[in-house]
């Protein structure tokens, strides 16, 4: 367990039980956010990789146009 991690352990630990909860309950909920993430983004890879091939082709055959910034 890394040193900040360790630090915010103790201070949820000063919380009330009720926060203690909350606290978890929020913490659970984004690391279960953030596996969903991560295998949607691993599951995608192979469409992905049919639509980039798409977009390459589409740009060889000149049917494509270039962004335009606002920058400009």
Request: glycine share 2%; charged share 40%; hydrophobic share 40%.
């Amino acid at each position: 367990m890394t040193d900040l991690l360790e630090k915010a352990f103790r201070e949820a630990a000063k919380l009330s039980p009720k926060e203690q909860d909350r606290l978890a309950s929020i913490i659970l909920a984004e690391l279960e956010s953030e596996n969903r993430w991560a295998e949607t983004f691993a599951k995608s890879q192979e469409l992905l990789a049919e639509l980039a091939k798409e977009a390459e082709a589409e740009y060889k055959a000149g049917r494509t146009d270039p962004l335009v910034s606002d920058e400009n």
